[in-house]
């Protein structure tokens, strides 16, 4: 059974830093390129970034590139989100997930999602 557990969000000024985590289990994790999603209020979900089996290539979105590094620990299944320079637009749920590449190069996610972690950027 596929696991993904995210963790790491909260509340922070505009400005700040969070290091978001996301724990998968049920899946043979190193053979699967990994990306993070965030959905704001009333908007839909979103990719973020995203990272190839052994995290030597990595993309982000325009909203966050140069702000935020993705990054992947093979031996602990455990993906990374590091947030700086945080603005207010970043509030939002924050999902993991494994990807796959659809129609045109889209990603496309693998799983069934898991609970999200919030992320609340407020002065």
């Known amino acids: 059974q596929v696991q993904l557990v995210e963790s790491g969000g909260g509340a922070v000024q505009p400005g700040g830093s969070l290091r978001l985590s996301c724990a998968a289990s049920?899946?043979?994790?190193?053979?699967?390129?990994m990306s993070w999603y965030r959905q704001a209020p009333g908007k839909e979900r979103a990719l973020v970034a995203w990272?190839?089996?052994?995290?030597?290539?990595?993309n982000y979105a325009d909203s966050v590139k140069g702000r935020c590094t993705i990054s992947r620990d093979n031996r602990w299944n455990t993906v990374y989100l590091q947030m700086n320079n945080l603005l207010p637009e970043g509030t939002a749920w924050y999902y993991c997930?494994?990807?796959?590449?659809?129609?045109?190069?889209?990603?496309?996610?693998?799983?069934?999602w898991g609970q999200g972690t919030q992320v609340t950027v407020s002065s």
């Open positions: 997930n494994a990807h796959y590449q659809g129609a045109a190069g889209t990603i496309c996610p693998e799983w069934d």
């Open positions: 049920g899946f043979t994790f190193s053979t699967y390129p």
């Open positions: 990272l190839t089996t052994d995290g030597g290539s990595t």
